[in-house]
């Protein structure tokens, strides 16, 4: 057996109006060059000038994953030649990242792994090619794309580990806002770097890196194949190459290009962007933005709520859903009903209706209203859901619909007792069947038939104790 070393090198493409140095717009679009300006073409005398939205989003998800922040922004050239970069230059981030020495806490399989992180650095995307049998063709709308670049450590050692840090980054870029984080639309990719090594060695094995994987699974299958072939190397004694590798569609790994040494890129700091001081009062403004992460978030609904975890994970999943949640607490909502509701009533709405948390017509105080009279025995679980429902389709707000059509709960004894008798007169060989042959199930259709016959306005719980009662006081008079 080896020990798996492996370190993840994301790229996720931040949501700007515009491209990381130049005016043409970033968005998505199928159409090829439309998204295009003159920096984005390297074209002689060009200047590029820093987008400080894209900075900003930088620095804030930088924070957010508990970095050491720069005093200043700095931009550094990367000086390479590929058809895709039509600069001969990559404007990016080496003198001072955005972010050093951050990490990301994931639960794996009941357990807490830190990830720890290397540097965050932002620098602009490269053009994308399409290679057909007897040429390749570019297109531009991705060049100068703001790209963040999140480098983990050598602290992965598993393919659990890897897919569950990758959707929770992933989790983080959509909760703080900064990218949809699409993986179909290339806004977020992935660099996986692996290697084995024996528990006695002290030095890492020799790396393999597989690049521009977009898709979640398709890691896994990379990940676990290479651990699968360089262990078999390695039980036969052979070396494994160091060297850039692909995922195929068939889940196994072919090689690209042998990398011999580091490539010497000749770094220097970009003469035409001038640095930017990072003050105090930004790190203040973001850091009052800073929502609580999902991770986080989990952990409290489990150990301060004491939520299950299934509940919390599906709680916790978008800061959308997490915070509508909470707000529904904030104006003093019964804690587990809320949970109720929320990921059954308010889920189930939602994807019925195909729509987002902030489309929904029941806002956090109205669900909280409704709880109210589900805690106060004024309405049941099943008619408080009905009506959740046809406030929605009415858009109206619950409660007035409670006022208006004197929707509430019935839990007057008495009267309970008279639609109870008026049902069992109407059901007599129901009656009998208990009666005689003291078949049970005849307390659950006359449950049934109070709630249907008092429009699910009858208390449950004291409808069926007063069944009980009238049935076995019926059972003893019939002797």
Request: negative net charge; hydrophobic residues 35%; proline residues 3%.
């Amino acid at each position: 057996m080896y020990k798996v070393v492996i370190g993840l090198e994301v790229h996720c493409e931040l949501e700007t109006k515009s491209k990381n140095f130049s005016s043409a717009p970033n968005e998505f679009t199928e159409a090829h060059n439309i998204n295009v300006a003159t920096v984005d073409l390297g074209l002689p005398g060009i200047l590029p000038i820093a987008n400080k939205e894209a900075v900003r989003k930088a620095l804030y998800t930088s924070m957010a994953l508990h970095c050491d922040l720069p005093d200043e922004i700095i931009f550094d050239r990367k000086n390479y030649y590929y058809a895709d970069l039509p600069k001969g230059y990559q404007i990016t981030q080496n003198t001072k990242p955005v972010g050093l020495n951050g990490y990301l806490d994931v639960i794996v399989n009941g357990k807490v792994k830190r990830v720890t992180l290397h540097d965050i650095h932002l620098e602009e995307d490269t053009a994308s090619l399409e290679h057909y049998p007897k040429y390749s063709l570019i297109d531009y709308n991705r060049s100068g794309v703001p790209l963040l670049e999140i480098v983990t450590n050598p602290c992965i050692e598993s393919a659990d580990e890897a897919v569950a840090y990758l959707e929770d980054l992933r989790d983080v870029f959509l909760y703080l806002g900064v990218s949809e984080a699409k993986s179909n639309y290339g806004q977020m990719r992935c660099d996986v770097n692996i290697s084995l090594m024996k528990d006695t060695d002290t030095e890492l094995g020799t790396k393999v890196e597989m690049k521009n994987i977009n898709a979640f699974n398709n890691v896994r299958a990379a990940i676990e194949y290479e651990i699968k072939r360089q262990s078999e190397l390695l039980d036969k004694g052979e070396k494994v190459i160091q060297e850039t590798r692909r995922i195929a569609e068939d889940g196994k790994t072919y090689s690209m290009r042998e990398k011999v040494d580091a490539v010497d890129y000749k770094y220097f700091v970009e003469p035409n962007i001038p640095s930017t001081p990072v003050t105090n009062e930004l790190i203040s403004e973001l850091k009052s933005e800073l929502p609580m992460l999902k991770g986080d978030r989990y952990l409290r609904y489990i150990e301060e709520f004491k939520i299950s975890e299934y509940d919390a994970g599906v709680l916790s999943k978008t800061r959308s859903i997490a915070d509508y949640f909470e707000e529904v607490l904030s104006y003093g909502a019964d804690l587990n009903l809320s949970v109720n509701f929320v990921t059954t009533s308010i889920l189930s709405t939602l994807n019925k209706l195909e729509i987002s948390i902030d489309e929904l017509f029941i806002t956090p105080k109205m669900l909280s209203d409704v709880i109210k009279l589900v805690s106060e025995n004024k309405l049941s679980m099943d008619a408080a859901k009905k009506l959740l429902y046809e406030a929605i389709d009415k858009k109206t707000d619950p409660i007035e619909l409670v006022k208006k059509e004197g929707m509430g709960q019935i839990n007057d004894e008495d009267t309970l007792l008279k639609l109870i008798q008026s049902i069992m007169d109407e059901n007599l060989e129901v009656v009998r069947q208990y009666v005689e042959d003291g078949n049970m199930s005849a307390v659950n259709f006359f449950v049934g038939q109070t709630m249907k016959k008092s429009n699910r306005q009858a208390n449950p719980n004291i409808s069926r104790e007063l069944i009980s009662k009238e049935l076995e006081r019926r059972k003893e008079n019939a002797k």
